[in-house]
Every structure is written in C-alpha cells, then in structure tokens.
C-alpha cells in the first residue's frame, strides 16, 4: 500500500530538478532530483559531476573550496573533496537519525552545526567527528536554519516559530524571541483573521547583542 504522504519519485524519463546549489568564488555546486552532483566553475563549465547515493537536502562549498559538504534526506552528512576522483564516494562524517534540515561549517574548519527535522541542533568536532561538543536543545519543533554570527554564536530557527541566538560552544541559550507568541496576540486582536500557526523556514543573521531578539 502506498503511502499518501510520500514524495513522488522522478523516473529516467522524467528531467532533473535542480533540489539545491551553493556558490563560492570560484566555483557553483548543484544537486538535483536525479542524485547527481555538479561543481562548475565560473565560467559554467563542468569541473567534476559525482553521483550521490541520496537525495541531497543541502550543499555548500567549505572554506578555502577545498571541500564540498552535503546533507541528504536520511540525516547523514558527507564530505567530498573539491578535486577526488569522480568515481570515489563521499566520506560521511556524522549521522542523525532524521531529515538533515540545516548545516554551517564554521570558518576556522574546527566545527561542524548540524540541524535536524526533531528539533535538535548538533555541535560537533572537526575533524574528529565522533567527539561532539554540545547540544543545543530548546526548539519544540524542526529545526529550519542555523547560521552563524562568529567564532561562538549561533542563531537558529525552527517549525515553533522561535529564533533563538545560543553559544554554541557550550549549548548554552542566550537569548530567544517567539513569533509565534506575538503574531498570534496580534492577529487575535486584530480580529481579522484565524491562526492556525507560525514557523519560520528561513533567517538572515548578522552580529547583534542579545538584547535585540527580546533579552529572554
């Protein structure tokens, strides 16, 4: 029996989507629907096209465009190396046991911050990638995006509607601000209209004291 919430696969006949890319200076990366990656140069021409074994959620170059990271739909995260053979597969450096929603690998390379589809956000070493740092646990719902500020902040986002600033190196929550809590009063009050609830997808994060996201 099929399942009715699950995502349409595409078959040989069917085109490529483009599912997600990232850029850098010198280089573009796409995945698309059919598991292949491409790493482009600037002038769109193919420096190297890898298979994947899954469907990608996101990429992006690493520092330095020596490395390329992923994140696939069943929570493991790989490595590629800019110029590895095309034949070899991607090293998986960490594993969750949901969705891979999010990811940022922090500009010293000594980093990597994982989010997940059940609410967690990992801190883990890099790349010793068995020994993690912290947790940072507070969202009731999906994690969306993590960005980060510097060499100890992290902003994140998620399904509860919440964006929360943390240290990340300890998982320590600095502080938080719940768009939930405040569009739904407005809106009620308002009378205008039914809520049913509010998540955030996405978030640009620049660096900012505490207090500006509500001091809680």
């Known amino acids: ?13 069917e085109p490529a989507r483009i599912e997600v890319g990232s850029f850098s200076s010198n280089f573009y990366v796409i995945c698309d629907t059919k598991k292949n ?4 140069d600037r002038h769109m021409n193919v420096h190297r096209r890898f298979l994947m074994k899954r469907i990608c959620t996101k990429v992006s170059i690493g ?3 020596k490395s390329i990271f992923l994140a696939d739909k069943t929570g493991d995260f790989y490595e590629f190396q800019m110029d590895q053979d095309i034949t070899e597969d991607g090293k998986c450096l960490l594993g969750h046991c949901s969705m891979l929603l999010d990811f940022q690998v922090s500009q010293d390379l000594k980093y990597l911050i994982t989010s997940d589809r059940d609410e967690k956000i990992r801190v883990t070493k ?11 646990m507070g969202h009731q719902d999906f994690v ?7 060499s100890q902040r992290l902003v994140s986002a998620s399904g509860d509607g919440k964006v929360i ?7 320590t929550k600095l502080s938080e601000y719940c768009f939930e809590e405040d569009c739904s009063k ?7 209209c039914e809520y049913s609830g509010l998540g955030i997808v996405d978030v640009v994060a620049h660096a900012c004291n505490p207090s500006t996201l509500g001091g809680r």
Not at 1 to 13: C, F, G, L, Y
Not at 144 to 150: A, E, G, I, K
Request: aromatic residues 10%; contains cysteine.
């Open 165 to 171: 600033l943390w240290n990340f190196q300890t998982g």
């Open 37 to 40: 990656m491409l790493v482009l």
């Open 126 to 136: 890099y790349p010793e990638t068995y020994d993690i740092l912290a947790y940072c």
């Open 144 to 150: 969306s995006t993590v960005r980060l500020l510097d």
């Open 63 to 65: 520092p330095g465009e």
């Open 1 to 13: 029996e099929k399942d009715p919430n699950a995502q349409p696969q595409p078959t040989d006949n």
């Open 186 to 192: 407005k809106l009620i009050e308002s009378k205008k």
